[in-house]
T-cell receptor
Framework: NAGVTQTPKFQVLKTGQSMTLQCAQD?????MSWYRQDPGMGLRLIHY???????DQGEVPNGYNVSRSTTEDFPLRLLSAAPSQTSVYFC????????????FGDGTRLSIL | AQSVSQHNHHVILSEAASLELGCNYS??????LFWYVQYPGQHLQLLLK??????LVKGIKGFEAEFIKSKFSFNLRKPSVQWSDTAEYFC????????????FGQGTTLQVKP
């Protein structure tokens, strides 16, 4: 009963490096989202997807790319890491319909030096 | 753009005190409303949700929230808090029919003193 699985849990990068945060869910949810959590700012939506092959931008998409080739996976890519991207990243998924709450992963704590 | 505002950023209470956390949203259409809780070092967990029907909704751990449409509010309440309620609380909104785009408030940190 894994739910939403994020890897890695912690990562330290140097400015300019690239990396991919992985997210997988086993609940056959159509909707998946990426958020970043920063102190005093709550969670802000980066990108989201309403199904395989469909993605859209959230509030803070700059510097991040996503793709959704399968229902289960929704990786988040940082092409050239910047210190401003130091944050805790959460992936979430939910079923379709207006009454389905989102299920969150455990988060990835990312530090950019 | 839609937004969610939580008025209390940091609340400190003694055990057994009553709790009310404010949440207002800005959107004139039909919304779905949520309260999530994040215990230290953990991911977000759903406390309660409102989609339609009775505006007073009950969640887990004795929490409840009231949806007042005329005030665009969805305040969270608990009659008697416990030390274990120490956590960060987030109000969130989705537009009806689109649960992939959850808009969060800034969060309220609740500290309960034993």
């Amino acid at each position: 009963n894994a739910g939403v699985t994020q890897t890695p849990k912690f990562q330290v990068l140097k400015t300019g490096q690239s990396m991919t945060l992985q997210c997988a869910q086993d609940m056959n949810h159509e909707y998946m989202s990426w958020y970043r959590q920063d102190p005093g700012m709550g969670l802000r939506l980066i990108h989201y997807s309403v199904g395989a092959g469909i993605t859209d931008q959230g509030e803070v998409p700059n510097g991040y790319n996503v793709s959704r080739s399968t229902t289960e996976d929704f990786p988040l890519r940082l092409l050239s890491a910047a210190p401003s991207q130091t944050s805790v990243y959460f992936c979430a998924s939910s079923g379709t319909g207006g009454n389905q709450p989102q299920h969150f992963g455990d988060g990835t704590r990312l530090s950019i030096l | 753009a839609q937004s969610v505002s939580q008025h209390n950023h940091h609340v400190i209470l003694s055990e057994a005190a009553s709790l009310e956390l404010g949440c207002n949203y800005s959107y004139g259409g039909t919304v779905n409303l949520f309260w999530y809780v994040q215990y230290p070092g953990q991911h977000l967990q759903l406390l309660l949700k409102y989609f339609s029907g009775d505006p007073l909704v009950k969640g887990i751990k004795g929490f409840e929230a009231e949806f007042i449409k005329s005030k665009f509010s969805f305040n969270l309440r608990k009659p008697s808090v416990q030390w274990s309620d120490t956590a960060e609380y987030f109000c969130a909104v989705t537009l009806s029919g689109n649960t992939g785009k959850l808009i969060f408030g800034q969060g309220t940190t609740l500290q309960v003193k034993p």
